[in-house]
């Protein structure tokens, strides 16, 4: 940043030994090295506000870019709302063996919508369909996510 060489660092030094005078050197070098502290102080401040934000400014351009992938893909892969629909799950989390709670349904392996508890509702333990709505769907397993 500042190029001192040692011929005029020396030189400083005796100038300031010659005008200050060997007595208030030392009060005037610990005041020099104050504000010199507080200078790269400042300096380092103003050199992370920088930094934060250019990190921000990278963040924005990321998520400007994620946006606009996500918007391709679901323009690519529309939401699945027909009647092929995957079933649901239940909005219950309680495991299916404790009783009174609901059962979660899950998709079957031959992908025909049956379940083994019949039907496509989720059951109480009383064994009537739940009115519970759905909350989710299921992703099929060999396609795409909706």
């Keep these: 940043m500042f190029d001192v060489a040692p011929t005029e660092l020396l ?14 050197l030392p009060k005037a070098m610990r005041f020099v090295g104050k504000w010199m502290g507080k200078a790269r102080g400042m300096a380092r401040h103003f050199r992370s506000g920088l930094d934060t934000m250019m990190r921000e400014a990278e963040l924005e351009e990321l998520e400007k870019q994620w946006r606009a992938q996500n918007e391709a893909i679901m323009r690519e892969f529309p939401r699945v709302d027909g009647v092929d629909a995957p079933p649901m799950i239940a909005a219950s989390d309680t495991p299916a063996g404790d009783p009174g709670a609901d059962a979660k349904v899950e998709p079957s392996a031959g992908g025909d919508g049956a379940k083994e508890g019949g039907g496509t509702q989720a059951k109480s333990a009383g064994g009537t369909p739940d009115t519970h709505p759905e909350t989710h769907q299921v992703p099929p397993k060999d396609g795409p996510l909706p």
């Design 11 to 24: 030189l400083v030094v005796v100038v300031a030994l010659v005008v200050i005078g060997p007595k208030d």
